[in-house]
Nanobody, 130 residues
Framework: VQLQASGGGLVQPGGSLRLSCAVS????????VGWFRQAPGKEREAVSC????????YYPDLAKGRFAISSDSAKNTVYLQMNNLRPEDPAVYYC????????????????????????WGQGTQVTVSS
């Protein structure tokens, strides 16, 4: 199982970015997949999660109305469209999956103590600055 995130970069406040996560070793039709982020000195947090078997999404408050997660099973890729980026959004963004979990809600609420059960990509840096 491998996940490779890309698409990060520098964007001005209010701008947009689309992150991509190329996956291999599993198919995007059962497990939940998600995006998480970690800023310097802060704990890693869930950003958006998707149930790939029924396209049900879950967004924490920080992402509602601004971020959208989606997947393309033909391309084995998960996307995170981020709009209206704010000064508090800079972080390293990681894509991840739990092959034993199909619920987007459950994946986004997985306790950090259990993150070792997940498969993680290497992360991509997002910077928001004018």
């Amino acid at each position: 199982v491998q996940l490779q995130a890309s698409g990060g970069g520098l964007v001005q406040p209010g701008g947009s970015l689309r992150l991509s996560c190329a996956v291999s070793g599993f198919t995007l039709n059962r497990p939940a997949v998600g995006w998480f982020r970690q800023a310097p000195g802060k704990e890693r947090e869930a950003v958006s999660c998707l149930s790939t078997n029924n396209d049900i999404t879950y967004y924490p408050d920080l992402a509602k109305g601004r971020f959208a997660i989606s997947s393309d099973s033909a391309k084995n890729t998960v996307y995170l469209q981020m709009n209206n980026l704010r000064p508090e959004d800079p972080a390293v963004y990681y894509c991840a999956t739990d092959l034993g979990q199909s619920s987007s809600y459950a994946l986004c609420h997985k306790r950090p103590a259990n993150w070792g059960q997940m498969n993680w990509g290497q992360g991509t840096q997002v910077t928001v600055s004018s």
